[in-house]
């Protein structure tokens, strides 16, 4: 890959991230003072310690597929919970390979699931339109009584919506319905990692500590933004979704996309 393509790419990738951090509608953040710059820690179910990590590992699975996948290639890595889910195109089965290999290869890894799939490189358009549905599923979400927004992440790739998370069965089942309901989504993908309610109580509770224990202790931190998090931001962003562009499929007579369960293929921790 030579130096100007891997600089384009870095490119395209650094403006859909932007895209991507301005979807995450309903994830309150804390910017948190750290030696050589911040940490941006998202207010979920996951320990800090673990979000950090989970950050590591997708820059390291990342930067590592833009160097060794061939330039044609646009693969995508979002890991929760050290599981690495693996979106977007590659020109061959090998290349698919390669791209799961490198993902398995990064230390702490406990799972990977490869949505990769072997065809041209998605439009601009195509991109445009994913990051799209995210922002539509995420308002969904946030509108939606008896979860937490806060505890999905949601992945736009083809059309196909990805959620993540640690959440309890209902909670999921309930958050994969929703996003099945969102126009133009065409099929939604259950990438969760199961928990039992008392322990999503406990880890809500845990997470609320954290964020006060910081927010307390780091007084020259940035505040807490309410990127569409609770109270007006939930209902701006609901605004926002209703008056949004109308798709080819009137809402009252889109068919519910199917859902789907991922199959993460374990890795045997280093």
Not at 48 to 56: A, I, L
Not at 85 to 99: H, I, M, N
Request: hydrophobic share 40%; aromatic share 4%.
């Amino acid at each position: 890959m030579t130096i100007s393509t891997r600089f384009t790419n870095t490119l395209v990738k650094a403006v859909f991230g932007i895209g991507v951090i301005a979807s995450l509608q309903g994830c309150p953040l804390l910017v948190v003072g750290a030696a050589g710059g911040g940490a941006l820690v998202a207010s979920d179910r996951r320990t800090v310690g673990t979000q950090t990590e989970d950050r590591e590992i997708q820059v390291k699975t990342q930067v590592q597929m833009n160097h060794d996948l061939p330039d044609d290639a646009h693969a995508s890595a979002t890991v929760i919970n050290r599981r690495v889910l693996l979106t977007g195109e590659v020109p061959t089965e090998a290349a698919k390979k390669q791209a799961e290999d490198i993902a398995r290869g990064i230390d702490n890894v406990q799972g990977v699931i490869n949505e990769l799939a072997v065809m041209p490189e998605a439009s601009f358009t195509d991109r445009s339109n994913d990051l799209y549905l995210e922002g539509r599923v995420k308002s969904a979400l946030i509108a939606e009584k008896g979860i937490s927004a806060n505890d999905f992440k949601v992945v736009g790739s083809r059309g196909n919506i990805y959620l993540m998370g640690l959440v309890t069965k209902d909670e999921g089942d309930q958050g994969a319905l929703v996003a099945s309901q969102v126009p133009g989504v065409m099929r939604v993908v259950k990438v969760y990692r199961y928990i039992t309610p008392e322990e999503a109580r406990s880890l809500s509770l845990d997470t609320q500590f954290d964020s006060n224990s910081n927010q307390n202790s780091n007084p020259s931190s940035a505040p807490i933004s309410n990127a569409g998090g609770m109270g007006n931001g939930n209902a701006a962003m609901a605004n926002t979704a209703a008056n949004a562009p109308a798709t080819t499929s009137p809402v009252d007579l889109q068919s519910t996309a199917p859902i789907v369960d991922s199959a993460p293929k374990p890795v045997e921790l280093k």
